[in-house]
């Protein structure tokens, strides 16, 4: 039971709730088998309420690779309908500004590509960031002004995939009045597609907000692992949510692997250096099929990062 769970997260559920919903289901079984080791639970990515898709549940050892899922690449697909700006930039917020203009298919080609590459955004209000000690949304549900300092990240990606104009009778021609796209996004971490949407409105002379938001793919994984809440509950029931889970390297498919003998991986165990061929770089070492540590390579000498206890 060391691994990851892919959950594809319903609308309307946090991440904490989602993990929450899997240390249930690992309860259940436990209680069904009659076993008594507990396994720690932590997500690879927060998704917000409104968002559904991707989000990597780490069980275990592999609670150890979290942080590294937090640093991934992410890829979106999501809805920008034109015309009100909320305050959360998404469709659960109130109006806070409105526009008659609506841009054309043309016009929305032209301004993506200023949005590819490194960009500077401001996250929004209604965001987990702590500012002083407290998170953004509280103080914006408060009412209280709130500051957000621009941010560096980067698009790698952005495509139109579907055009909804404003007259669904009528064809979507290059110069059709556009009530809404939805757009795939390739991002860095740390990018706020709320904030992208905002800003895609903006520089198309209108305003704008999210009304869909699915992640797709989160590091290494996709939707095509990614089980319901319900499968879930059903495998617990049945004993059955190994079955579910992919293996701990599931996360490391981009780490080259590194061999080590039985003596190596008891000192890697220890933290102790080994001295060996030459290598650079992050590795896996494995002993046979079993994960040992993740190591940093600088010349001959290995060094443990990250140590699993399998």
């Known amino acids: 039971m060391h691994g990851w769970i892919i959950l594809d997260k319903p609308h309307g559920l946090g991440s904490t709730q989602a993990?929450?919903?899997?240390?249930?289901?690992?309860r259940t079984q436990r209680e069904l088998l009659g076993g008594t080791e507990k396994w720690k639970v932590g997500h690879g990515g927060t998704l917000d309420p409104l968002a559904t898709g991707v989000l990597p549940i780490a069980v275990g050892e592999a609670t150890k690779l979290a942080g590294r899922m937090l640093d991934s690449d992410k890829i979106y697909d999501f809805?920008?309908?034109?015309?009100?700006?909320?305050?959360?930039l998404d469709l659960e917020g109130k109006a806070?500004?409105?526009?008659?203009?609506?841009?054309?298919?043309?016009?929305?080609e032209a301004v993506l590509p200023r949005f590819i590459g490194p960009i500077e955004q401001a996250p929004p209000a209604y965001s987990a960031i702590l500012i002083d000690g407290q998170r953004a949304y509280d103080l914006a549900r408060k009412g209280e002004e709130v500051e957000m300092k621009m941010r560096s990240v980067t698009i790698h990606g952005l495509v139109p995939v579907r055009f909804d104009a404003v007259d669904s009778?009528?064809?979507?021609?290059?110069?059709?009045?556009?009530?809404?796209?939805?757009?795939?996004?390739?991002?860095?971490?740390?990018t706020y597609i709320r904030s992208l949407a905002r800003d895609i409105a903006l520089a198309l002379g209108t305003v704008g907000h999210v009304t869909m938001l699915?992640?797709?793919k989160a590091g290494p994984f996709t939707l095509e692992t990614a089980i319901s809440l319900d499968k879930l509950?059903?495998?617990?029931?049945?004993?059955?949510?190994?079955?579910l889970m992919l293996p701990l390297t599931a996360g490391l498919d981009d780490i080259p692997a590194l061999p080590v003998s039985p003596d190596e991986a008891l000192a890697l165990r220890q933290g102790k250096v080994l001295m060996g061929k030459p290598h650079t770089g992050l590795l896996l070492a494995m002993e046979g099929d079993t994960p040992v540590a993740l190591v940093q390579a600088s010349g001959p000498e290995i060094r443990v990062v990250r140590g699993f206890n399998l």
């Open 79 to 88: 809805t920008v309908a034109f015309g009100v700006q909320t305050d959360t």
């Open 169 to 190: 009778g009528a064809d979507v021609t290059e110069g059709a009045a556009l009530a809404a796209i939805t757009l795939t996004a390739n991002v860095s971490k740390g």
């Open 96 to 108: 806070v500004a409105q526009s008659d203009h609506r841009p054309t298919p043309a016009q929305v």
């Open 19 to 26: 993990v929450s919903a899997v240390k249930r289901a690992l």
């Open 233 to 243: 509950d059903e495998a617990a029931r049945g004993g059955g949510i190994g079955g």
């Open 214 to 216: 699915r992640r797709v």
